[in-house]
């Protein structure tokens, strides 16, 4: 039986009465037309469908969109704020922190996430906190890199008040 | 001073600098189009019913409460598509969906077109298969010993799919002339490319006849040629579009049964069709590294120069032909690259087995024998007493050579990577001095840039890019290469926009569409950066030859005075004059019409004639050495890599940036085969795969990867665009055989097995701690009934690069 869910993404009500069981990746690339939100593995060991839930990064592969009632989600899509890239994703592409780009939108939720528990994290904290996705193009190195220019830009915005 | 190859000496602008990739910002705001985020309206989903048996007869296949269940528009078996493919014309020996026989589990049988995904997977349950399940063929060795029943029935006869024998020079002069020879066998674990992204296609036949496939492939002109074959309509109205990849090294090289599938079901059905494939299936597409066992003997003077090297490799193929061909000769071609070895035999078979096949994977044929050979070569120096670095240093291929299998070497930087990799490391005060249980390892490495003969045999040009300016100033660079996340789309974009003087960010690069771009043969074998490079660079200056004719009467200064640079045509010695370039694009069009250019490459012709030289010859060969610091737990037998310096022999980086990506994403993926990535199977179990998902097949995570200290080492070679070699596959050579001779420095115990896995490790120490040899690894290889090798004279001995006639080969013996 179909249930109606009230979800907000990336700042828009969207109501729709779906099935229970449909994931909620599915939800968002297939109802809502989100494909930014990848899927890699189906076992959410990937982290290619991550994306933000009330400010929690989550993989959306292994959680119902049923589950997500009531919440509001920021997908890849969501993350540029007035065409102005968020500081991860600006990172990420001054700093080469990625090659093929599937990857790239669940690490860039996943690390905007760590970012905001830590604002100013050590290259260890960041590969311990990415330790959830896998990218089997860059080795990894420009990733970290990339978290940490924007790290470096996020506390140059604070200062200056930006 | 490096120039843009104009007619004025200017330093370049774009190339050499580290620009941000042309289509990141899409892929840092989730706006790439991937095969899967691709709809269309009234689109169907497909799935693929797949065989939970390795290897049987198919007896009946009743698909009729498939078709019943409300909601399913089409079922096809392979009766629909009769007629069989494979990427190379040697082994078409592929059917989209089996016929009458299943050959390993994950072998397609029949496939549905439903109105949603959901009862396309209910549909699948409905359908009966009736087997005869035949004896499975496991391993090499059963392969070898199993005549009845065939997996296939051409091949060398039983299970052999390919037997090769090539003989360059007289080998007992060679191991006559050894002051030690060493023999050792090694094995190399099959391992897959795992791309994140799964493989997707969508379809789609329009009113007119004309068919559409977007697909995730790194072929897309391989996949028209296999949909024109087995749909039976002309290729003139097939398009092929490759969607940017999301991953490939290797694993999307092959046209594949879901892509024909999917075009089959819209012709029938006249909707879309889309499939994805999950993550289990994308582990039965597979076609990744094959499993090999080698034996190699090796003679050498007290020096260390190799005086003959003997190699045989034992593939084990899984279940199709795929690249295996090819792959079995490249398990014999590029020993010879590295250190000057004047003789050399090369032995290869390539077997059927009931698992998924094997084919190219990052390196493809090569790792393995790279791995044989770097770490025998560790041996022999101990044995010698030399130091590992002064033996490969000593000996190395020179620049402009041809090796004895007919190998042209042009540029080598390897001598320089050696050098910087062991100073970095601090080598000498680490080697053999380290505490127990850390070790130091060195190993080297070579790769194609471009494989120099197309797959099916032809004249014509491996890649095309067409140009058109536009008189607004906009230009488009047009080419049938596909980016797979190497950065190719970019490095069209930098080399067309060094030399017409514009910004990499003004251009748009459109690529891969069978009816819009030239053929480019794909993103393969390393050959993209210098293939369509040059063919990028041809049509720029053909371009940029008509905008300075016409700039040049406008201004009425010579000809040899006009130069580009920032977005502007002027005159060199008086910069003030001049005009916008889209003035000149303006100028141009007035003068001699639409300005469009094209240009192609071709590679040169290979100096080896001899049958099996296809393969091996490219235009260039990159070069590539490491060193690996490591710490191995002699309670647990856990290797933690600390840390690599490799150093990258690019000839010039088109973009240093984007070099270093690949650098280190090739140590990392020749980490994970070193440590803990591999394919196996149940064998006493039918054949499963043991671990079809990334819940159990191992990949590094971000604690695994270590710290990579990069060199890029630039030695123009005369070949490459501006002076460009490749770096997407070679890196990955010499990481592999670096960290189990790390291992050996570490703990002492040689482990001739990739991956070197705890259980490994810890079975090498304890046994080492008994006093036994204190060596993991295959004890022999199976015999092999070789045949009579095609011999040829090697270059020292006078050969002109053509086998020696049967007899004259025969009176010589």
């Excluded at chain 1, 007035?82 to 500081?87: A, K």
């Excluded at chain 2, 049987?56 to 409460?65: F, M, P, Y």
């Excluded at chain 2, 090498?764 to 009579?788: H, M």
Aim: proline share 6%.
């Amino acid at each position: 039986m179909k249930k109606t869910i009230n979800i907000n993404v990336n700042g828009t009500d969207h109501v729709y009465e779906v099935e229970p069981r449909l994931l909620l990746v599915h939800y968002l690339r297939e109802v809502l037309g989100l494909t930014g939100t990848h899927i890699g593995c189906e076992t959410s060991i990937c982290g290619a469908c991550t994306v933000m839930l009330d400010g929690q990064a989550v993989k959306s592969c292994t959680m119902l969109a049923v589950q997500a009632d009531g919440a509001s989600i920021t997908t890849i899509e969501g993350l540029a704020r007035n065409g102005q890239l968020h500081p991860v994703q600006e990172g990420f592409w001054e700093q080469h922190g990625l090659q093929c780009g599937y990857c790239t939108p669940g690490m860039i939720m996943t690390a905007a996430h760590v970012l905001s528990n830590n604002p100013d994290p050590s290259d260890e904290e960041i590969r311990h906190g990415l330790e959830g996705n896998l990218c089997r193009c860059t080795g990894y190195q420009h990733i970290v890199d990339a978290v940490q220019y924007a790290a470096r830009k996020m506390k140059g915005q604070a200062a200056t008040g930006d | 001073m490096a120039t843009n190859n104009g007619d004025n000496e200017q330093p370049l602008k774009v190339v050499g600098k580290p620009f941000r990739k042309v289509d990141a910002r899409a892929k840092c705001t989730g706006q790439t189009l991937f095969a899967d985020d691709i709809t269309l309206p009234r689109m169907l989903f497909a799935k693929l019913l797949r065989s939970h048996v390795p290897h049987a007869l198919i007896k009946s296949i009743d698909t009729s409460k498939a078709i019943a269940l409300p909601g399913v528009v089409a079922v096809i078996t392979g009766r629909d598509l009769p007629i069989p493919y494979g990427i190379l014309p040697v082994s078409q020996d592929e059917h989209a969906l089996c016929i009458d026989k299943v050959r390993f589990i994950g072998d397609p049988v029949a496939a549905i077109a439903a109105l949603d995904e959901d009862t396309a997977f209910e549909a699948m349950d409905l359908i009966e298969v009736e087997y005869e399940p035949l004896e499975s063929i496991s391993t090499i060795e059963d392969a070898l010993s199993i005549e009845q029943p065939r997996i296939h029935d051409y091949g060398s006869g039983g299970n052999i799919h390919k037997k090769v024998s090539l003989e360059f020079g007289d080998m007992e002069e060679g191991f006559a002339e050894a002051d030690l020879i060493r023999e050792d066998v090694f094995f190399y674990e099959g391992n897959t490319h795992l791309p994140m992204e799964q493989h997707a296609a969508l379809a789609h036949f329009d009113a007119d006849g004309k068919l559409t496939l977007w697909s995730a492939t790194q072929t897309p002109h391989y996949v028209h040629r296999a949909l024109a074959k087995t749909l039976e309509i002309p290729a003139s109205h097939i398009r092929v579009i490759a969607t940017p990849n999301g991953g490939g090294f290797g694993g999307k090289s092959d046209p594949f049964n879901h892509e024909i599938v999917v075009a089959k079901l819209a012709m029938i059905t006249g909707r879309p069709v889309k499939v994805t494939l999950t993550r289990e299936e994308v582990f039965y597409c597979h076609r990744g590294r094959h499993p090999v066992l080698m034996w190699v003997k090796t003679g050498v003077k007290r020096d260390g120069a190799i005086t003959a090297m003997h190699f045989r490799s034992l593939l084990d193929g899984g279940a199709y032909g795929s690249y295996g061909v090819a792959s079995t000769f490249y398990t014999g071609a590029l020993q010879t690259v590295t250190y000057n070895i004047p003789r050399y035999k090369f032995e290869g078979v390539r077997v059927f087995t009931n698992k998924p096949p094997c084919g190219p994977k990052r390196g493809h044929g090569t790792p393995q024998p790279r791995f044989a050979l770097e770490v025998q070569i560790d041996k022999i120096a101990e044995e010698l007493g030399l130091d590992p670095v002064e033996i490969r240093r000593r000996h190395l291929v020179p620049p402009d050579s041809v090796t004895a299998n007919y190998l042209r070497v042009g540029s080598n930087g390897l001598g320089e990577c050696i050098d910087k990799v062991v100073e970095a490391s601090d080598w000498k005060n680490k080697f053999q001095k380290l505490p127990y249980g850390r070790g130091i390892g060195l190993a080297c490495g070579s790769y194609l840039c471009g494989a120099g003969l197309p797959i099916y045999w032809n004249d014509m040009p491996h890649s095309g890019v067409q140009l058109r300016l536009d008189r607004q100033g906009g230009v488009c660079v047009m080419c049938g290469s596909i980016d797979i996340g190497q950065g190719s789309d970019s490095i069209l974009a930098y080399i067309v926009a060094e030399v017409l003087g514009i910004d990499p960010f003004d251009i748009r690069v459109l690529t891969a569409d069978t009816d819009l771009t030239p053929v480019d043969l794909g993103s393969y074998s390393s050959r993209v950066t210098l293939m369509t490079g040059n063919a990028a660079l041809q049509a720029a200056e053909r371009a940029r030859e008509l905008l300075t004719i016409a700039v040049a009467e406008k201004l009425d200064v010579p000809i040899e005075n006009i130069t580009f640079a920032e977005r502007r045509a002027f005159d060199v010695e008086n910069p003030d004059v001049g005009v916008s370039f889209a003035e000149a694009v303006q100028l141009a069009e007035a003068k001699f019409g639409t300005i469009g250019t094209v240009g192609s490459y071709t590679p040169p012709r290979s100096p080896g004639k001899f049958k099996g030289a296809g393969v091996g010859p490219s235009p260039a060969y990159s070069y590539s050495a490491a060193v690996v610091e490591a710490d191995v737990d002699p309670e647990t037998g856990i290797i933690t890599v600390e840390r690599v310096w490799i150093a990258h022999d690019i000839g010039r980086s088109i973009n240093p940036a984007l070099v270093m990506g690949q650098v280190e994403g090739s140590v990392y993926m020749g980490l994970g085969e070193a440590l803990m990535e591999e394919m196996t199977y149940r064998g006493n179990r039918n054949v499963v795969h043991k671990f079809p998902s990334l819940l159990e097949y191992k990949s590094p995570t971000t604690l695994e990867m270590c710290d990579v200290k990069t060199f890029l080492v630039e030695d123009p070679d005369p070949n490459g665009p501006f002076g460009a070699k490749e770096v997407g596959q070679g890196p990955l050579l010499p990481i592999p055989p670096a960290v189990v001779n790390a291992v050996y420095d570490a703990v002492g115990v040689r482990i001739d097995e990739v991956p070197a896995s705890p259980d490994k490790v810890l079975k090498a120490i304890r046994e080492k701690a008994q006093g036994k040899e204190g060596r993991y690894g295959p004890k022999s290889v199976p015999e092999v009934e070789w045949p009579a090798p095609l011999k040829v004279l090697t270059p020292a001995e006078g050969g002109d690069g053509r086998e020696l006639p049967r007899e004259a080969a025969h009176m010589k013996d």
